[in-house]
């Protein structure tokens, strides 16, 4: 498997994001083959669709001074991202636990980081959608089937630091059901899945960098995935109820959007 970081211009509102990528990719004389992904940053996808939001354009709510009192953060941004959130269980410094479109997130996907100052970035409208349309606006101009993810960073349990996640799926399905299948020795595997759409988005992540590369695609080629026409958001989806995590942990809400 070739990964290779795309390097482009600073992207802003509106811009035509298939172009883009394609006048990357060319003014790095590389090409588009058939089974390959684009990895796209979702910060970028977001930018393109407007999700810039000015800090000073919101009024805090009672609640958000509070949670920005306790987790010293910016009341003007929590209340971004109390907006933005299905529900925020608490945090850290600097940080809230919150659940955004069935993922756990920090902020729920609102960021600071690669904004201008003064403003909060949030996820994509409609992620699926979004990667499906892109995969085909890149397909029908290159005659070339190819996958897409966009790929955001997350924190894992206990571990320090960030790495990839697939925020959105689209051209192979993102996860390859091991069970029924047998180990090395024989035996049954009952309950493994492999999350091969979060594992490229976690190995294109580490190209991208999360500071000021100005990479933020990279075009993945020879990845081990199995095309498909559509993929459904809720193949990704683990109910709460059968997490290892959220059994157990996540018992109350500070917020539940209703």
Avoid at 174 to 187: A, F, I, N, Q, S
Wanted: charged content about 25%.
């Amino acid at each position: 498997m070739q990964l290779i970081a795309i390097k482009t211009r600073l992207i802003k509102p509106n811009s035509d994001l298939a172009e883009t990528i394609l006048d990357s990719i060319s003014a790095q004389k590389l090409k588009i083959d058939n089974g390959d992904v684009l990895a796209v940053a979702s910060k970028v996808v977001a930018t393109v669709q407007n999700q810039v939001r000015k800090l000073s354009s919101v009024k805090p709510s009672k609640q958000a001074r509070k949670l920005a009192r306790t987790y010293a953060l910016e009341p003007n941004f929590v209340e971004i991202v109390l907006q933005e959130a299905d529900r925020v269980y608490g945090g850290v410094q600097k940080a809230l636990l919150a659940l955004k479109d069935d993922i756990l997130t920090a902020n729920a996907g609102v960021d600071h980081k690669n904004a201008p100052k003064g403003y909060a970035v949030a996820w994509p409208k409609e992620p699926y959608v979004t990667a499906e349309k892109l995969g085909k606006e890149i397909s029908e101009a290159t005659d070339k089937r190819v996958g897409v993810i966009i790929v955001d960073s997350r924190v894992t349990p206990l571990r320090v630091g960030t790495s990839g996640l697939a925020l959105a799926v689209a051209g192979f399905e993102p996860v390859k059901d091991h069970r029924g299948e047998t180990d090395l020795y024989g035996k049954p595997i009952l309950i493994t899945r492999h999350a091969v759409a979060d594992d490229l988005a976690s190995a294109a992540h580490l190209l991208m960098g999360e500071s000021s590369e100005q990479t933020p695609f990279v075009l993945i080629k020879e990845a081990p995935i199995e095309p498909t026409d559509h993929v459904e958001p809720s193949s990704v989806v683990m109910p709460a109820r059968q997490c290892l995590y959220t059994k157990y942990v996540l018992k109350g809400t500070a917020k539940e959007r209703t």
